[in-house]
């Protein structure tokens, strides 16, 4: 069965193949590329990449915490709240300061 | 020896019941978005065009595999497989019944929330080794905006867990089979987490209205820009199986997954991940595209902070 798979894969895929200088060009709608895509440009959203570690991490801290919430009680549960408390209010300082704005 | 020889064939299954899905939900989707734009969609291979997916298939098998000169060759061949082997990596872990389950590990819901990270280095991938402007612009949004939906996917997806208290997707889907399902059992929880979770999966796997990594109107095809033939089939197969593994993800985690009466278990759990796919399809047509910053702002400003509140309120609930 194998054997018939790839046989079949090798026949179906007999491919069309003529190459020519302006076919492996760079697609920019028509014209004659200017320039390569791999030059320095804003990325805008920088910050957020620190901030998606932050919370990462964060979730990554609560998930233990999530799989055994019922036995942990209540004191577990103070200190999640406390623990998120403090990310929360880094979140609330990021907001004020403008740091999730487009730059 | 029995072990393995039952994992390997429940896998082979697994794939190939998705992969088949995935054809033929296309051809449903076509005709869908045909339908609800009065068209008629496929209809000439095959009655109803059923036979369509087939001649896709045969058609981008013979196409030619150009490259363009600037790519970086290495990076542009891996990225459309590892874009389609992530989305199929997720697969393993999601029970499709009590018995139909590739892996069963007690850590389901992080092996699938890290699968759903990763899926969005593929793309970057593809967009950075195009060398393509269309396509480095469209993968930095996709980065972004992964990133950014990833905290509230994961925040969401702890509030079943913290009420299942276990991480095991199997599990969560047995606690819900006991005590109601998490959609509607504390409904201020429930319907908020799904909602949310539901969001950032739309965000994730990059569809309407979060579309903006491919917005055709201004990238061409975002990173697919420079693909053609089979290697942009990977990248289609690897965003629709995504979705349809997300929103088996979705309906385990709050729709009970195979919970239900009269009919098998395998039965409910496709019957819920085809009516959520359906939704999301719904959704692509019924609603416009976000500018990129309306998006991270809505993300950051609303999601995050309720998918936290949503996350304590369920541990108290759970707590006292």
Redesign the interface.
């Known amino acids: 069965m194998v054997v018939a798979l790839l046989v079949g ?1 090798k026949l ?7 190459e020519s ?1 302006l ?7 028509g014209e004659s ?1 200017a320039g ?3 030059v320095r440009f804003h ?3 920088y910050v ?2 620190l ?2 570690l932050l ?2 991490i964060e ?1 990554a801290f ?2 233990p ?10 004191h ?2 103070v200190a ?2 406390s623990f ?1 408390a403090v990310v ?1 209010l880094g ?1 609330l300082w990021a ?1 004020r300061k403008g740091a ?3 730059q | 020896m029995n072990v393995v020889l039952t994992a390997v064939v429940t896998c082979v299954a697994i794939l190939t019941g998705i992969l088949t899905a995935t054809a033929w939900l296309i051809w449903f989707e076509r005709k869908f978005s045909g339908r609800m734009q009065s068209r008629l969609g496929p209809t000439m291979v095959g009655p109803s065009g059923l036979a369509q997916p087939v001649a896709d298939l ?1 058609k981008l ?11 970086d060759r290495a990076l542009f061949d891996l990225a459309p497989k590892l874009a389609a082997l992530c989305a199929l990596g997720a697969a393993a872990v999601v029970p499709f019944s009590a018995t139909v389950v590739g892996a069963k590990i007690d850590l389901g819901v ?1 092996f699938l929330l890290a699968i759903g990270a990763v899926t969005v280095m593929p793309v970057f991938m593809a967009g ?1 080794a ?7 612009l469209g993968g ?1 949004r996709a980065l ?1 905006q992964s ?2 939906y ?2 509230p996917l ?2 969401s997806a ?1 509030v079943p ?2 009420l299942a ?3 095991d997707v199997s599990k969560i889907v047995e606690a819900q089979t006991r005590d109601g399902w998490y959609l509607i059992d504390p409904v201020w929880l429930g319907l908020p987490a799904f909602g949310l979770f539901l969001l950032a999966m739309l965000a994730e796997s990059n569809r309407i209205p979060f579309d903006i990594p491919e917005a055709e109107s201004e990238l ?1 095809a975002g990173v697919t ?2 693909y053609g ?2 290697k942009f089939a990977l990248f289609y197969l690897g965003e629709y199986v995504h979705t349809l593994v997300a929103s088996a993800v979705a309906s385990a985690l709050f729709l009970g997954g195979w919970d239900g009466p009269f009919a098998p278990g395998l039965h409910w759990m496709v019957a819920k991940t085809v009516g959520l796919f359906v939704f999301v399809y719904w959704m692509r047509w019924s609603l416009l595209r976000f500018r ?2 309306q998006l ?2 809505i993300c ?2 609303w999601l ?2 309720l998918a ?1 509140a949503l ?2 309120g ?3 609930w ?3």
Do not use: H
């Open positions: 894969a179906l895929a007999v491919r069309a193949r003529r200088p076919k492996q060009t760079t697609y920019e709608c590329p390569m895509a791999w990325a805008r959203y957020v990449a901030f998606f919370f990462d979730a609560l998930f915490w999530g799989g055994n919430a019922r036995e942990l009680g209540v577990g549960l999640i709240l998120v929360m979140w907001v999730l704005k487009w | 045969v098998l013979q196409k030619e595999d150009v490259v363009p000169e600037a790519a992080l950075w195009s060398n393509n402007k269309f396509a480095l930095m972004a990133i950014s990833e905290v994961v925040l702890m867990v913290i208290g276990s991480m061409v820009t420079e033939g089979m990129s910053d991270m702002r950051w400003y995050v902070p936290v996350l304590l369920a541990g108290a759970v707590v006292l």
